[in-house]
């Protein structure tokens, strides 16, 4: 998979808040996401994002 910086992201699973879509602020073996819901940001392992990736919302 393809990921960028900036790119908008759907993902399986919803974050607590109820909101599903995500915004890259970095990748590599850990990616760091912010959510659009509650602008919380988490950091993930790269191969649970590409498990639990279902969509791009928008291209950088």
Known sequence: MDFEVGQ????????PCGENRWE???TGMDFRLRCTGCERQVMVPRKLVE?????FIQEK
């Open 8 to 15: 908008l992201i759907r993902m399986k699973k919803s974050h």
């Open 24 to 26: 890259i602020l970095r």
């Open 51 to 55: 498990k639990r990736f279902k969509e």
